[in-house]
C-alpha cells in the first residue's frame, strides 16, 4: 500500500505543469476559497499573476454554478465527461447543478485527416485504401474523445467510422490521476463535501469512462445487445465490422434514419408516434427486468427511427448491467409504492442501497410514509416514474444512503424514454407499460422451479457452511491457545443462560434436521425415482411434507416463546 502511494504521489508531481494548469483555471473561475482549503495554493503563484483584475471581476458577476460549468469546459475532455456524467445525478449534486452541467458542450476542433490516417494504418496494420473503398476526409462530429467519418468498405457497405483523437489514453490518465489526488485532499478537508466520498466518484467515473474509450468493449456491447433481440422485427442493431475495428477505432453500419425527437420529420415521414413511444418503452423494459443488461444512455440521439416504425439503438459505449436479485428488488420498490406499503418500500430500498453508517429505519420509514401520503389520492395514470424515483433518490441522499452505480443507470434509462415516449404521445404512461413486467418478475419468483432451484442453492450454502464450520473452530480454538482472543465473562443469570442455550441448540439441531429433509425431497424430486403422485417423485413430497409439518411446528414453538 505505501508502494502503491509513493508511486501515486511521485506520478502526481511529474504531472505538476498540467496540475498547475488545472488549479489555475479553478482559479481563474472564482474557486479560490477550495485551493485555500486543499492547501494547494503553492502550485499556482504563476496563475495567479496572469489572471488580471478586470477578468477576475468579469468571472464574479457569474452565478457559481456558470462558473463551474466554464471552469470544466476550459479543463478538458476529461473534466468535460466527469460533469457530464454529474448531470444526471441529482443523488450527488443540487438541482441548479444538474441543470447547468446538463449545458455542457464538447468545444473541440476535429483534428486533422493526415493523424486519423496515421491512426487508422496503425491499428488496422494496413494502408486506408485497402480497408475502405471511400473515406470522406471531413468528419461528421467531432467530441472529446474522438470523431465520426463516414465511409464505405472495399465489400461495398456504408459505415461510419469513430476514431479517437491522437494522445487522448495518456491524457486522461493525467488528468484522472490529478482528480483522485484532488478528491482525497477534498475528503480531508472539505467536511460538507465528504459525505459524498469524492474518491468513490473519481473511481467510479474512472471505470466507466475506461470502457467508454475502449472501443472493442462497445463492439461486444453491441453484439451482445444485438443478440438479445433476435427474431424481433421491432428493434434494429447496427453491423459492427470487426475486421475494421480495434480499441482505438470502430467501424459499424451506418443508419440512415430520422431521430426520434425530431417530430416533424416523423409526421412527414407518416411514422406513427404512438406506436414508436409504446415500442421504446417495451424495449427497455424487457431491457431491464428480462435481461438484465441495458442501454445505459437511451437519449433521442442515441435512437433512430427507421421506416415501419422500427427502433435503432446507437453508442453502446455505456451500457448498464443489473443482476436478478437486483431487478427484483427495484420490482419491489415500485410495486410496493403502487401498493402505498411503506414498510416494504423501505425493506426494498435497504436491499438495494449502499451506506456508509447504519441508517435509521424508523426516520427512513416515516420520511417514506409521508413521501407515499403525498401521491395517495392520484391515480396510477398521473403517476410519472421519473417524479417518483427522483424523489425517492433525494429522499435516500439525505439519509445518506447510496444508489449502486448501475442501479442509477437504469434509473436513468427508465426515465429518459418515460420522456421520449411523452413527447412522442402526450398520452403516452410508462406506469402502465412497466406494471406487467413487474408482475410477471414476482411471478417468476414464485414458480415452483424457481423455489426448487433457490431451495438447491441455500442447500448448497448450507452443505459448505458445515464443512467448513470445523476447519473455523480448529482456528478459533487455536487463536485461544496462542492467547490471541480474550473473552470477558459477567456472571448474570447462569442458570437461565444454560436454560436457553440448551433451548437454542434444540432448535438449531431441529432446523438442521428440517433442512436436510427439505434438500434431500429436493435432490429425490430432481432424480424422477418412482413411484409417483401427480407427476412427482412419492418420496420427495412426503419428504417436503414432513419438513413442512416440523418447520411449522418449530415456528409456532419460537413464536410462543415470543423469541426470535
Given at each position: 500500500m505505501f508502494?502503491?502511494?509513493?508511486?501515486f504521489?511521485?506520478?502526481?508531481y511529474?504531472h505538476?505543469?498540467?496540475?498547475r494548469q488545472?488549479l489555475?483555471?479553478l482559479?481563474?473561475?472564482?474557486f479560490?476559497d477550495?485551493i485555500d482549503?486543499?492547501?494547494?495554493g503553492?502550485?499556482i503563484e504563476i496563475?495567479?499573476q496572469?489572471?488580471?483584475r478586470?477578468?477576475r471581476e468579469?468571472v464574479?458577476?457569474?452565478?457559481?454554478?456558470?462558473?463551474?460549468?466554464?471552469a470544466?469546459?476550459?479543463?478538458?475532455?476529461?473534466?468535460?465527461k466527469?460533469?457530464?456524467?454529474?448531470?444526471?445525478?441529482p443523488?450527488?449534486?443540487?438541482?441548479?447543478?444538474?441543470?447547468?452541467l446538463?449545458?455542457?458542450?464538447d468545444?473541440?476542433?476535429?483534428?486533422?485527416f493526415?493523424?486519423?490516417?496515421?491512426?487508422?494504418?496503425?491499428?488496422l496494420?494496413?494502408?486506408l485504401e485497402d480497408m475502405?473503398?471511400?473515406?470522406?476526409?471531413?468528419?461528421?462530429a467531432a467530441?472529446?474523445?474522438?470523431?465520426?467519418?463516414?465511409g464505405?468498405?472495399k465489400?461495398g457497405e456504408?459505415?461510419?467510422?469513430?476514431v479517437?483523437r491522437?494522445?487522448?489514453?495518456?491524457t486522461?490518465?493525467?488528468d484522472?490521476?490529478?482528480?483522485?489526488?484532488?478528491?482525497?485532499l477534498?475528503?480531508?478537508?472539505?467536511?460538507e463535501?465528504g459525505?459524498?466520498k469524492?474518491t468513490r466518484?473519481v473511481?467510479?467515473f474512472s471505470?466507466?469512462?475506461?470502457?467508454e474509450?475502449n472501443?472493442?468493449i462497445?463492439a461486444?456491447?453491441?453484439?451482445r445487445?444485438?443478440r438479445?433481440?433476435?427474431?424481433?422485427?421491432s428493434v434494429?442493431?447496427?453491423?459492427?465490422f470487426g475486421?475494421?475495428?480495434t480499441?482505438?477505432?470502430?467501424t459499424m453500419?451506418y443508419?440512415?434514419?430520422?431521430?426520434a425527437?425530431?417530430?416533424?420529420?416523423l409526421?412527414?415521414?407518416?411514422?406513427?408516434?404512438?406506436i414508436i413511444?409504446?415500442r421504446?418503452a417495451?424495449?427497455?423494459?424487457e431491457q431491464?427486468f428480462?435481461y438484465g443488461?441495458?442501454?445505459?444512455?437511451?437519449?433521442?440521439?442515441n435512437?433512430?427511427?427507421?421506416p415501419g416504425?422500427?427502433?435503432?439503438?446507437l453508442?453502446f459505449?455505456?451500457m448498464?448491467?443489473?443482476?436478478?436479485?437486483a431487478?427484483?428488488?427495484?420490482?419491489?420498490?415500485v410495486y410496493a409504492?403502487?401498493?402505498?406499503?411503506?414498510?416494504?418500500?423501505v425493506?426494498?430500498?435497504?436491499r438495494v442501497?449502499?451506506?456508509d453508517k447504519?441508517p435509521?429505519?424508523r426516520?427512513?420509514e416515516?420520511d417514506i410514509?409521508?413521501f407515499?401520503e403525498s401521491?395517495?389520492?392520484?391515480?396510477?395514470?398521473?403517476?410519472?416514474?421519473?417524479d417518483i424515483?427522483?424523489?425517492?433518490?433525494?429522499l435516500i441522499?439525505h439519509h445518506?444512503l447510496?444508489?449502486?452505480p448501475?442501479?442509477?443507470?437504469?434509473v436513468?434509462a427508465?426515465?429518459q424514454?418515460?420522456g421520449l415516449?411523452?413527447?412522442?404521445?402526450?398520452?403516452f404512461?410508462?406506469t402502465e407499460k412497466?406494471?406487467p413486467y413487474i408482475?410477471?418478475l414476482?411471478l417468476k419468483?414464485?414458480?415452483?422451479?424457481r423455489?426448487i432451484g433457490?431451495?438447491?442453492?441455500s442447500g448448497?450454502d448450507?452443505?459448505?457452511?458445515?464443512?467448513?464450520i470445523?476447519g473455523?473452530?480448529?482456528?478459533i480454538t487455536?487463536q485461544i491457545?496462542?492467547g490471541k482472543?480474550?473473552?470477558?465473562?459477567e456472571h448474570?443469570?447462569l442458570?437461565?443462560l444454560?436454560f436457553?442455550?440448551?433451548?437454542?441448540?434444540?432448535r438449531?439441531?431441529?432446523?438442521?434436521?428440517?433442512?436436510?429433509?427439505?434438500?434431500?425431497?429436493?435432490?429425490?424430486?430432481r432424480?424422477?425415482?418412482g413411484?409417483?403422485?401427480f407427476g412427482?417423485?412419492?418420496?420427495?413430497?412426503?419428504g417436503?411434507?414432513?419438513?413442512?409439518?416440523?418447520?411449522?411446528?418449530?415456528?409456532?414453538?419460537?413464536?410462543r416463546?415470543r423469541?426470535?
Open positions: 508502494v502503491r502511494k509513493i508511486g504521489i511521485s506520478r502526481t511529474r505538476i505543469n498540467r496540475y488545472i489555475s483555471i482559479f481563474k473561475y472564482g479560490g477550495l482549503q486543499l492547501n494547494v503553492q502550485y496563475g495567479m496572469m489572471v488580471s478586470k477578468r468579469n464574479e458577476k457569474l452565478t457559481r454554478t456558470e462558473r463551474v460549468r466554464m470544466l469546459e476550459e479543463l478538458g475532455p476529461t473534466f468535460v466527469l460533469g457530464q456524467i454529474l448531470s444526471s445525478r443523488d450527488l449534486v443540487p438541482v441548479e447543478f444538474i441543470q447547468e446538463s449545458k455542457l458542450q468545444n473541440v476542433p476535429s483534428f486533422p493526415a493523424q486519423v490516417k496515421e491512426i487508422v494504418e496503425a491499428e496494420q494496413t494502408p475502405y473503398k471511400e473515406f470522406n476526409e471531413t468528419p461528421l467530441a472529446s474523445i474522438g470523431q465520426v467519418h463516414r464505405r468498405l465489400s456504408d459505415v461510419i467510422v469513430k479517437q491522437p494522445g487522448i489514453h495518456a486522461i490518465e493525467v484522472l490521476e490529478i482528480m483522485l489526488h484532488l478528491a482525497i477534498i475528503e480531508k478537508h472539505v467536511e463535501w459525505v459524498h469524492p466518484i473511481e467510479e471505470r466507466s469512462l475506461g470502457r474509450i472501443y472493442t462497445e461486444s456491447n453491441a453484439e445487445f444485438a438479445q433481440f433476435t427474431g424481433n422485427s434494429y442493431v447496427p453491423c459492427i475486421e475494421a475495428s480499441r482505438r477505432i470502430l453500419e443508419i440512415d434514419g430520422i431521430k425527437s425530431e417530430i416533424g420529420k409526421d412527414k415521414g407518416g411514422f406513427d408516434r404512438k413511444a409504446s421504446g417495451d424495449l427497455i423494459l431491464v428480462e443488461f441495458f442501454h445505459g444512455d437511451p437519449h433521442p440521439g435512437i433512430f427511427i427507421l416504425n422500427v427502433v435503432c439503438y453508442d459505449g455505456m448498464g448491467r443489473v443482476d436478478r436479485r431487478r427484483e428488488d427495484f420490482a419491489d420498490i409504492y403502487v401498493s402505498r406499503d411503506e414498510s416494504k418500500i425493506d426494498a430500498l435497504l442501497m449502499e451506506w447504519e435509521d429505519r426516520a427512513l416515516k410514509g409521508d407515499v401521491y395517495l389520492y392520484k391515480s396510477l395514470k398521473e403517476l410519472r416514474i421519473e424515483l427522483y424523489q425517492i433518490l433525494e441522499t445518506q447510496r444508489l449502486p448501475d442501479m442509477f443507470l437504469m436513468k427508465l426515465t424514454v418515460e415516449g411523452l413527447v412522442l404521445d402526450p398520452d404512461d410508462m412497466a406494471t408482475k410477471r414476482k419468483r414464485l414458480s415452483p422451479k423455489i433457490d431451495f438447491l442453492d448448497g448450507l452443505v459448505q457452511l458445515i464443512k467448513e470445523p473455523e473452530l480448529r482456528d487455536k491457545k496462542q482472543i480474550k473473552i470477558e465473562f448474570r443469570g442458570e437461565n444454560v436457553e442455550m440448551d433451548r437454542s441448540s434444540n438449531v439441531a431441529f432446523a438442521l434436521v428440517v433442512a436436510s429433509l427439505v434438500i434431500g425431497s429436493s435432490l429425490i424430486i432424480s424422477d425415482l413411484p409417483f403422485i412427482f417423485p412419492m418420496l420427495g413430497l412426503v417436503f411434507s414432513i419438513a413442512g409439518i416440523f418447520g411449522i411446528w418449530l415456528l409456532i414453538s419460537i413464536l416463546s423469541r426470535m
